[in-house]
């Protein structure tokens, strides 16, 4: 069975730090491009942060640029997401992905394409 299964999410004060992980089971990340994504209570789904099949390529979203880190394992397959400097407006729903095919990494963080997804694990920035 295919599955991505997120882990690490909870609830942090503003200016705290968080680590989520995705690992997958049942496929190989070694090619895919993989990404994270949130989703806020009321709006649309966004790319937070995309990363090549190679690792040797990252993107990241304006609202995240310079305190989000993604990076990858392969040999784990798992794909990570480091948050510091966490704010308030960075509470949502956050969701790993992978491509199904080798794809570029704009277009995987702008969700076009077919994907597989992970459940989500929830990121609370509140004192």
């Known amino acids: 069975q295919l599955q991505l299964v997120e882990s690490g999410g909870g609830l942090v004060q503003p200016g705290g730090s968080l680590r989520l992980s995705c690992a997958a089971s049942?496929?190989?990340?070694?090619?895919?491009?993989l990404g994270w994504f949130r989703q806020a209570p009321g709006k649309e789904r966004e790319g937070v942060s995309c990363?090549?099949?190679?690792?040797?390529?990252?993107y990241y979203a304006d609202s995240v640029q310079g305190r989000f880190t993604i990076s990858r394992d392969n040999a784990k397959n798992t794909v990570y997401l480091q948050m510091n400097s966490l704010k308030p407006e960075d509470t949502a729903v956050y969701y790993c992905?992978?491509?199904?095919?080798?794809?570029?990494?704009?277009?995987?963080?702008?969700?076009?394409?077919?994907?597989?997804w992970g459940q989500g694990t929830q990121v609370t920035v509140s004192s």
């Open positions: 992905a992978a491509s199904r095919t080798i794809t570029p990494i704009q277009r995987m963080c702008a969700m076009i394409g077919s994907n597989y």
């Open positions: 049942g496929f190989t990340l070694d090619y895919r491009v």
């Open positions: 990363i090549s099949n190679s690792g040797g390529y990252t």
